[in-house]
């Protein structure tokens, strides 16, 4: 049985950092990634890592700002976000997929954990 456990939210300050964990148990997987939803948005993208070579993506809001690296011996994947803005500011979940492709899409991923939420006050 395949599980994501995300752990690593909670209250920061603007301008402040938190660093995420996502394990992953049951099987490998080709990518995984981080999305966020906000109160009232939809869920968007926030990073992605391909497990094999270890390639990274990042939307553009994050960029510069967050980085997602991996721990293969831990088969965890990690999001360093620094600079934290209240934008920021919604439940990450972490995901995995079995599948390459748009890394940036969620319709990719066919495992998902259960989100953790992150909060910046301004």
């Known amino acids: 049985q395949v599980q994501l456990v995300e752990s690593g939210g909670g209250l920061v300050q603007a301008g402040g950092s938190l660093r995420l964990s996502c394990a992953a148990s049951?099987?490998?997987?080709?990518?995984m990634g981080w999305f966020r939803q906000a109160p009232g948005k939809e869920r968007e993208f926030v990073a992605a890592?391909?497990?094999?070579?270890?390639?990274?993506y990042y939307a553009a809001s994050v960029k510069g700002r967050f980085t997602i690296s991996r721990d293969n011996a831990k088969n965890t994947v990690y999001l360093q976000m620094n600079s934290l803005k209240p934008e920021d500011a919604a439940v990450y979940y972490c995901?995995?997929?079995?599948?390459?492709?748009?890394?940036?899409?969620?319709?990719?991923?066919?495992?998902w954990g259960q989100g953790t939420q992150v909060t910046v006050s301004s």
């Open positions: 049951g099987r490998t997987f080709n990518a």
């Open positions: 995901a995995a997929t079995s599948y390459s492709g748009a890394y940036f899409s969620q319709n990719l991923y066919n495992y």
């Open positions: 890592i391909r497990w094999s070579g270890g390639s990274t």
